[in-house]
């Protein structure tokens, strides 16, 4: 009897570059005895959509995820983005285009939840969506108007469920009602994943300096499910430190 196989056969990459402006050597930064990048590969694995494997320029972090008995690939490292670095991965990775859809976990999540990930896949269910993403509610108050916090402007199709009109970093949509947090972990039709990549910057993107931007001006349709959490994203020391105390304060609820 021949195998059914799902309509979702998804591949997760974590993209991770070792190069960082404001926290040198970040995949590395030690977290509770462990380098940072181990903590969102664990994370993504427990998520248990797909295969997980971390796309790096750095050999000393491939060998690391190797030793923690995970699968890491080379990539350049001139990419300008994460986008463009897992799509190389995906060339060398599947070539035989086995999986078509491909689940971006940014490498600076460590406490990223496991339901966070699979959440992502939802609104692939439907086939005009081309890419998902994730979005939270803004609960506090510097959020609403600080630039570091991107939101999301969109049409509720469904409860929870947007369809992306736009992307910003300004206070949007002006006047009364809630504000949506913008969280970046993508899940990409491998087909959309192709066209975004060769597209060049658009000028929306270059603007905001939002890579997403690129795809709905290009007509591209982004569609958004609404989480309870926002994983820290680590930029910077004090981000490290942040994400340190969290992920303390997970341990001893466990």
Request: hydrophobic fraction near 45%; charged fraction near 25%.
């Amino acid at each position: 009897m021949p195998t059914v196989r799902s309509p979702l056969r998804p591949l997760v990459l974590i993209p991770a570059r070792l190069a960082a402006t404001r926290l040198p050597r970040k995949p590395l930064a030690d977290i509770h005895g462990e380098p940072m990048i181990l903590h969102v590969w664990r994370r993504a694995m427990e998520a248990g959509v797909g295969p997980v494997v971390v796309a790096t320029d750095s050999g000393e972090v491939a060998e690391i995820v190797a030793g923690a008995g995970g699968q890491a690939i080379l990539t350049r490292a001139d990419h300008p983005s994460g986008s463009d670095r897992i799509y190389e991965a995906l060339q060398t990775l599947d070539p035989d285009q086995d999986f078509n859809v491909i689940v971006n976990v940014q490498g600076d999540l460590p406490t990223v939840e496991a339901t966070v990930v699979r959440a992502a896949l939802a609104p692939l269910q439907d086939p005009e969506v081309d890419i998902a993403t994730l979005v939270a509610e803004i609960t506090r108050e510097e959020e609403r108007t600080s630039p570091d916090a991107v939101k999301m402007v969109g049409a509720e199709i469904a409860p929870g469920r947007f369809r992306c009109l736009y992307f910003t970093r300004a206070t949007a949509p002006h006047g009364t009602g809630p504000l949506h947090h913008h969280i970046g972990l993508y899940a990409y039709r491998r087909a959309a994943l192709e066209r975004f990549v060769k597209l060049p910057p658009s000028p929306l993107e270059r603007r905001e300096r939002l890579e997403q931007l690129r795809a709905l001006e290009a007509g591209m349709r982004i569609d958004a499910v609404k989480v309870d959490t926002v994983p820290l994203g680590v930029d910077t020391p004090e981000d490290l430190e942040r994400a340190r105390q969290m992920l303390i304060y997970v341990a001893e609820g466990a």
